[in-house]
């Protein structure tokens, strides 16, 4: 279930709520009781741990030299195909 922001344009206050995508959004603020809690818009947020595909492969640049412009192509590369 997805966690939404919710925020008072009243008096401010400021919420996160757990609800399933089919629920209806909320607007009443649990805090003043008006009927302005407006879901907000958030960026949805991740990290990446471990040793996965970002560790091994693109935290330090690109694997393929044709993507350094230095660097002579190789037939094999999709690169070299640009």
Request: aromatic residues 8%.
């Amino acid at each position: 279930m997805p966690i939404y922001a919710y925020q008072c344009a009243s008096c401010g206050h400021a919420e996160d709520v757990l609800q399933k995508l089919s629920d209806a959004p909320l607007t009443q603020c649990p805090a003043c009781g008006a009927a302005s809690f407006i879901k907000q818009l958030t960026a949805a947020g991740f990290q990446l741990k471990g040793s996965g595909w970002y560790e091994t492969d693109f935290k330090n640049g690109p694997a393929c030299p044709a993507a350094n412009k230095a660097a002579p192509s190789c037939q094999s590369c999709p690169a070299s195909e640009a």
